[in-house]
């Protein structure tokens, strides 16, 4: 006996219908009602749903590839890799549509050995400019992933901040080789390496932090955000605490007043004892 349409089913039809729609290509009683239903949506948008009027494709799919060939993404290719194949599980396949409407590499993503978290944490660490080849193994767990795409984004904010501060520090190294005697250059030498860590270890805390918030789900926060917040807390002073060392502090507002860098008492102390 032929397998009857549900009234559930024949009422997508009716929307169909009433907007216009041929029905032709979708009129399959294999199709379940939230499948119609994406495909009601894609043909309204005037998609092509030839690529994926198939009964054995979830909705949830189908509402994935509705979503990124609106946002103007030639899903051609990528429905015969992901979907046809059947390489790739839902919550895989959602990932790879996420990343390819963002305009991110997939190439590291195309992996049906990574489960969805693992993708997840690719395709953070292609929104934030890193190279993710160093962790797309499936050998890592998504958590192991995301501590190597933390050092990596730190290490980049770290090189972001450098560059964005190089022309002031630079004028105050200057500065000193001229002003002071060679003896006190050399003195003065290792107080400006130990400030430089202290500064890294001090944006190493505050990218923890944004980890901490972020953990595996979408914050909104990228890279470039987080590097302008702490950009804007090294210039304000707020990741630096009062110290012994306000010289360093009298240095730089002699040129042209750049970023304040003050040292902690404590974190000279510990560099003493190492001494």
Same mark, same amino acid.
């Given at each position: 006996?032929?397998?009857?349409?549900?009234?559930?089913?024949?009422?997508?039809?009716?929307?169909?219908?009433?907007?216009?729609?041929?029905?032709?290509?979708?009129?399959?009683?294999?199709?379940?009602?939230?499948?119609?239903?994406?495909?009601?949506?894609?043909?309204?948008?005037?998609?092509?749903?030839?690529?994926?009027?198939?009964?054995?494709?979830?909705?949830?799919?189908?509402?994935?590839?509705?979503?990124?060939?609106?946002?103007?993404?030639?899903?051609?290719?990528?429905?015969?890799?992901?979907?046809?194949?059947?390489?790739?599980?839902?919550?895989?396949?959602?990932?790879?549509?996420?990343?390819?409407?963002?305009?991110?590499?997939? $190439?590291?993503?195309?992996?049906? #050995? &990574?489960? /969805?978290?693992?993708?997840? *944490?690719? %395709?953070?660490?292609?929104?934030?400019? !890193?190279?993710?080849?160093?962790?797309?193994?499936?050998?890592?767990?998504?958590?192991?992933?995301?501590?190597?795409?933390?050092?990596?984004?730190?290490?980049?904010?770290?090189?972001?901040?450098?560059?964005?501060?190089?022309?002031?520090?630079?004028?105050?190294?200057?500065?000193?080789?001229?002003?002071?005697?060679?003896?006190?250059?050399?003195?003065?030498?290792?107080?400006?390496?130990?400030?430089?860590?202290?500064?890294?270890?001090?944006?190493?805390?505050?990218?923890?932090?944004?980890?901490?918030?972020?953990?595996?789900?979408?914050?909104?926060?990228?890279?470039?955000?987080?590097?302008?917040?702490?950009? $804007?807390?090294?210039?304000?002073? #707020? &990741?630096? /605490?009062?110290?012994?060392? *306000?010289? %360093?502090?009298?240095?730089?507002?002699? !040129?042209?007043?750049?970023?304040?860098?003050?040292?902690?008492?404590?974190?000279?102390?510990?560099?003493?004892?190492?001494?």
């Amino acid at each position: 006996m032929a397998k009857k349409f549900t009234e559930e089913q024949t009422a997508v039809f009716r929307k169909c219908i009433r907007a216009g729609l041929s029905i032709e290509d979708i009129k399959n009683p294999d199709y379940n009602v939230a499948q119609l239903h994406e495909l009601y949506l894609a043909k309204k948008a005037g998609l092509d749903i030839s690529l994926y009027s198939d009964p054995a494709i979830s909705a949830e799919t189908m509402r994935e590839i509705r979503r990124t060939a609106a946002a103007d993404v030639d899903v051609g290719k990528l429905v015969h890799t992901v979907v046809q194949t059947g390489a790739y599980n839902d919550s895989q396949a959602k990932e790879i549509m996420d990343a390819a409407r963002r305009g991110l590499n997939l $190439k590291n993503m195309l992996n049906p #050995e &990574l489960n /969805a978290l693992q993708m997840k *944490q690719i %395709k953070f660490g292609e929104r934030d400019g !890193i190279d993710t080849g160093v962790y797309a193994d499936s050998a890592f767990s998504a958590e192991q992933m995301q501590k190597l795409r933390f050092e990596l984004v730190v290490q980049k904010i770290i090189e972001r901040l450098k560059e964005f501060f190089s022309q002031a520090w630079n004028k105050f190294v200057n500065w000193v080789r001229e002003e002071l005697p060679a003896e006190q250059v050399q003195g003065n030498s290792y107080a400006e390496d130990s400030a430089e860590q202290f500064i890294s270890d001090k944006i190493y805390k505050e990218v923890c932090i944004y980890f901490e918030s972020e953990q595996t789900e979408e914050t909104g926060e990228t890279l470039q955000s987080v590097t302008e917040k702490i950009s $804007k807390k090294i210039i304000s002073g #707020e &990741l630096m /605490a009062e110290s012994e060392i *306000q010289q %360093k502090q009298e240095f730089y507002n002699a !040129i042209n007043e750049p970023p304040v860098i003050i040292v902690e008492a404590e974190f000279e102390e510990d560099l003493a004892m190492e001494m």
